[in-house]
């Protein structure tokens, strides 16, 4: 028997084996488990707690008989998710579990089932301003193609991965990768991509991107241009000029816009590149990890000497990255040489704001599938019913009971951010298909009028004493309570 | 705040679920009904002190198996440390290595001692113990990755086999393991066998000092872990084809050698999606021994052609995990 043992151990007292189960672990039994120093049980068939304060995801097990009626009473606090349901597909069977509860006096149904999706994939935006590759090309995990880049967006970049001709259109390990590559993206778990003629990314939801090893800390602020006009005001008359570097776009203030509308004194400054439109240079450097994305370690290096017609000596130049992370101050000499001073305090103000004015870098990813055929029979009887109550939002649609957006037109295609649904909520068949859960929300009434196997209805609480293959988690303080009856809308 | 074990019909009707700590049976009879219901009454009777038995020589069971060893008394506890004698001389193994097996037997032998069944299996979270009389079979469908679980292979067994064990074994499973191994399936004549052997070869199937390879003492995951101060396999980089036809042939030489002696019947080894066979051997003195892995497994990386959603489900559930997760 062991002797010494680190602080937060606690010994599980759950059963006769008596575990030692170390900070983070759990016992032999895998249902008990040391979350931060407190024996908490963890078990399959997540339940979602509607906790008045967000705390600690997991909740402690400490349903005895006698505190059970309390729980039936607070029923209306919890939601049935559909990780761990199961699933009838593809047979025409009412789905695993149809759950009814009064909310606020209202009578509403969840049908609860995990889908199993072939046409299914994930977009995913990683925030940087990095050169990934070629839009159009491919992008691979293990060498095998899973998907492709697609249109960037403002300061972040975009791949569209998986999808129905991966998954089952490839060769077998193609579609073996794709579904590897989806399903640990949608569960949380780092994924390395290469992209054909293009970067090698590490990603994981919710996490800064690493981008050929490096990571991305901070998106920035917005193209030098864009920094000219945010604080051109709060620069005017504490600096003559100001040079935002930035790899796509440099800005000059006394040329931009936004300083000529202030009147800001033209101070003949020549920057390397070439100029878009006054105060607007492209490719001042070659992209590299230096000053906004540059190659640049000395900013000087892309300024051509200042001419005695325009520049006076004692002219104060601040140059700064779009990030804020790189700055310097230069006041010209008599002989209009730029030379490196302390930052003004005047200055120090605008420069802290850049900073802050900059988003974490992340890598999201929005799982996006289309709910078909036998998944909405497990629900009714009529599965185009479903579809139009969908549309009619009626019904609402979860994922683990985070709200999931519905593209317009035909079928039920919805896209979910993962982040948002309980940890590892998604499976796979090696069909190969993703697994994830789906909930459908709707007044009682109206689930018998779209056909809805309404005799499998179970009182909320009936499912409830099922506890021992039940975990509850708090939800997702960002989520919308799926319960809420009156829906105007799903969260978009 | 002891839990009592629970006893209860899963909701197909057919099933029996039995959970005491960290043991976790799914029981289904097949034959006459009153001899089903006869059994499951027996099982209940026989299972509410399994976990108290094993747990009042726990200190024992957790000890290295020698020859001269003090030998466990209760009826589980005889059958692990039965399980793994065969291994003891050659290597470090407690009885603890067969327990989930030898429950499993334990309690079939309650069953088909209380009645005659058609046929019957006690599934003790992957390590399975099956009774199969007169024509009768089973099919199963093998895991190789309990977190991502999809079969690697799938297999028939008959009454006219003499297996009536299955066990898995490997690193990434509940149980730790001293080798790389995802998955080492062994076919024997019964559990508590099969899972001895099981571990066995899954220690073998290993690339020592490999840098790609994280070890941790299990006694830093686990402080009363019967393994102590061994180092176990936490994690495994990608390896080159070459690296992985080594560490399979290493596990396939044990295993060749437990066949050789009689210990199991069969054995399939899976190391990042390349999985090597080891078939039953023909011999004339088993009892018209079919090829049990030989005939039924069809898996290379891109070559195994997966069954149908619904037989992956019923397979999956035969192995104990009603829906897709882990």
């Given at each position: 028997m062991p002797d010494v043992f680190p602080p937060d151990t606690v010994r599980c007292?759950?059963?006769?084996?008596?575990c030692y189960i170390k900070r983070g672990h759990a016992g032999a039994?895998?249902?008990?488990a040391n979350v931060e120093g407190q024996l908490v049980r963890v078990d399959p068939h997540i339940l979602l707690d509607r906790a008045k304060s967000q705390g600690t995801p997991l909740v402690p097990f400490l349903e005895r008989e006698g505190d059970w009626d309390g729980k039936i009473m607070k029923g209306q606090e919890t939601f049935v998710t559909?990780?761990?349901?199961?699933?009838?597909?593809?047979?025409?069977?009412?789905?695993p579990f149809i759950v009814s509860s009064e909310v606020e006096g209202v009578d509403m149904v969840t049908v609860v089932t995990e889908g199993i999706f072939s046409y299914c994939g994930v977009k995913l935006k990683i925030d940087?301003?990095?050169?990934?590759?070629?839009?159009r090309n491919l992008v691979r995990a293990e060498g095998e193609p899973v998907g492709h880049v697609t249109t960037a967006e403002y300061g972040s970049q975009m791949l569209s991965l998986g999808g129905v001709h991966h998954l089952t259109g490839g060769s077998k390990s193609e579609g073996r990768v794709t579904c590897e590559t989806l399903l640990d993206l949608c569960n949380g778990k780092e994924v390395e991509l290469t992209i054909d003629d293009g970067a090698s990314v590490r990603v994981a939801a919710g996490k800064p991107p690493v981008v050929n090893g490096q990571r991305e800390e901070r998106m920035r602020v917005g193209c030098g241009s864009a920094t000219i006009g945010m604080f051109a005001k709060q620069w005017f008359g504490k600096v003559d000029d100001v040079v935002v570097v930035d790899d796509h776009i440099t800005g000059v203030l006394s040329e931009h816009q936004a300083g000529k509308l202030l009147g800001v004194r033209a101070t003949g400054i020549a920057i390397q590149g070439r100029r878009s439109t006054p105060g607007r240079y492209f490719q001042?450097?070659?992209?590299?990890?230096?000053w906004g994305g540059t190659n640049?370690?000395?900013?000087?290096?892309?300024l051509k000497p200042f001419k005695a017609k325009f520049a006076w000596p004692h002219l104060r130049l601040l140059m700064v990255s779009t990030t804020g992370e790189h700055f310097a101050y230069y006041e010209l000499d008599e002989a209009l040489r730029p030379v490196e001073k302390e930052l003004p305090e005047a200055l120090i103000e605008s420069v802290g704001r850049i900073r802050e004015n900059c988003e974490p870098a992340l890598a999201t990813v929005l799982f996006m599938g289309g709910a078909g055929g036998s998944l909405r029979a497990g629900v009714t009887e009529n599965p185009v019913k479903l579809t139009d109550s969908v549309k009619r939002k009626l019904t609402r649609v979860t994922c683990g009971g985070a709200p999931a957006y519905i593209w317009p037109g035909g079928g039920i295609t919805f896209m979910v951010d993962?982040?948002?649904?309980?940890?590892?909520?998604f499976g796979y068949v090696p069909t190969p298909a993703l697994v994830a859960p789906i909930e459908f929300t709707l007044k009682k009434e109206d689930y018998a009028v779209l056909g809805?196997?309404?005799?499998?209805v179970r009182p909320l609480g009936d499912v409830l004493k099922?506890?021992?293959?039940q975990r509850q988690l708090t939800s997702h303080a960002q989520n919308p309570w799926p319960l809420k009856p009156h829906v105007e809308s799903s969260e978009s | 705040m002891r839990e009592p074990a629970l006893i209860r019909m899963l909701a197909d009707g057919r099933r029996l679920h039995l959970h005491d700590g960290p043991i976790d049976l799914i029981i289904e009879a097949s034959g006459d009904p009153q001899a089903i219901s006869a059994a499951y009454e027996a099982v209940a009777r026989r299972f509410v002190s399994i976990l108290d038995e094993l747990c009042s020589e726990l200190p024992l069971l957790r000890a290295r198996a020698q020859e001269n060893s003090e030998r466990p008394r209760g009826a589980v506890a005889r059958r692990m440390f039965a399980a793994v004698e065969p291994y003891c001389e050659d290597c470090f193994i407690t009885p603890m290595a067969a327990v989930a097996g030898s429950v499993a037997e334990t309690i079939l032998a309650s069953m088909t001692a209380a009645a005659p069944l058609d046929r019957a299996y006690v599934n003790n979270g992957g390590d399975i113990a099956i009774h199969l009389a007169g024509h009768q079979s089973y099919k199963i469908g093998m895991v190789e990755r309990p977190d991502r679980p999809s079969l690697f292979g799938a297999l028939e067994i008959t009454a006219?086999?003499?297996?009536r064990g299955i066990a898995t074994s490997g690193w990434r499973g509940r149980s730790f393991s001293?080798?790389?191994?995802?998955a080492v399936t062994v076919l024997a004549d019964c559990a508590s066998a099969a899972d001895a052997a099981a571990t066995v070869i899954a220690n073998a199937v290993d690339l020592p000092n490999h840098s790609g390879i994280t070890r941790v003492p299990a006694r830093e995951i686990?402080?009363?872990?019967?393994?102590?101060d061994l180092r176990v396999t936490r994690g495994v980089e990608p390896l080159p084809q070459f690296e992985i036809d080594t560490a399979l042939e290493k596990g396939l030489r044990v295993a060749t050698l437990l066949q050789e002696k009689g210990l199991i019947n069969s054995a399939a080894l899976c190391l990042q999606k390349c999985v090597r066979i080891l078939p039953t051997t023909p011999?004339?003195?088993?009892?018209?021994?079919?090829?049990g892995f030989l005939k039924c497994v069809v898996c290379t990386p891109d070559g195994f052609t997966g069954p149908s959603v619904p037989e992956i489900q019923a397979q999956l559930e035969l192995l104990g995990r009603t829906n897709p997760h882990a």
């Open positions: 007292d759950a059963c006769p084996v008596l039994c895998d249902r008990y559909a990780i761990g349901a199961g699933t009838t597909y593809p047979d025409y069977k009412p789905a940087t301003d990095r050169h990934l590759g070629p839009e001042v450097a070659e992209p590299g990890t230096g640049i370690s000395d900013p000087l290096t892309i993962v982040t948002r649904m309980p940890e590892n909520a809805g196997h309404v005799d499998y099922e506890k021992e293959r | 006219a086999d003499s297996v001293l080798g790389i191994a995802d686990s402080p009363d872990s019967d393994l102590g011999t004339p003195s088993t009892r018209s021994c079919r090829d």
